[in-house]
Nanobody
Framework: QVQLVESGGGLVQPGGSLRLSCVAS????????MGWYRQAPGLQRELVAS??????????NYADSVKGRATISRDNGWNTVTLQMSSLKPEDTAVYYC?????????????WGQGTQVTVSS
């Protein structure tokens, strides 16, 4: 059983910043990546940022739309991932979902949080 609990989000003015956190618990010892996806109305869910767990260092990956504006980090205890975004735009408005991946013989198993709404508007 895997649980992902998200916090942060809400209403943000254009040009503002936000901080989203996700705490993972349960059977997560084999997880090899965590990240944030978002889904705007009428659109498919898309990657915002992810961090892959390495033996010596973590590797971050960002969508082109947020590069230079987003930073994803993993805490020392590794079960929490935080996304910080700045210079927010109205097009960043979406439901943001935390994701955790656990590899298996059949491919990666994806686990999702309940989602948190981010609205960028004046």
């Amino acid at each position: 059983q895997v649980q992902l609990v998200e916090s942060g989000g809400g209403l943000v003015q254009p040009g503002g910043s936000l901080r989203l956190s996700c705490v993972a618990s349960g059977t997560i010892g084999a997880a090899n990546a965590m990240g944030w996806y978002r889904q705007a109305p009428g659109l498919q869910r898309e990657l915002v940022a992810s961090v892959s767990f390495g033996d010596f260092n973590n590797v971050a990956n960002y969508a082109d739309s947020v590069k230079g504006r987003a930073t994803i980090s993993r805490d020392n205890g590794w079960n929490t991932v935080t996304l910080q975004m700045s210079s927010l735009k109205p097009e960043d408005t979406a439901v943001y979902y935390c994701n955790l991946k656990i590899p298996s013989l059949k491919g990666a198993m994806n686990y999702w949080g309940q989602g948190t709404q981010v609205t960028v508007s004046s």
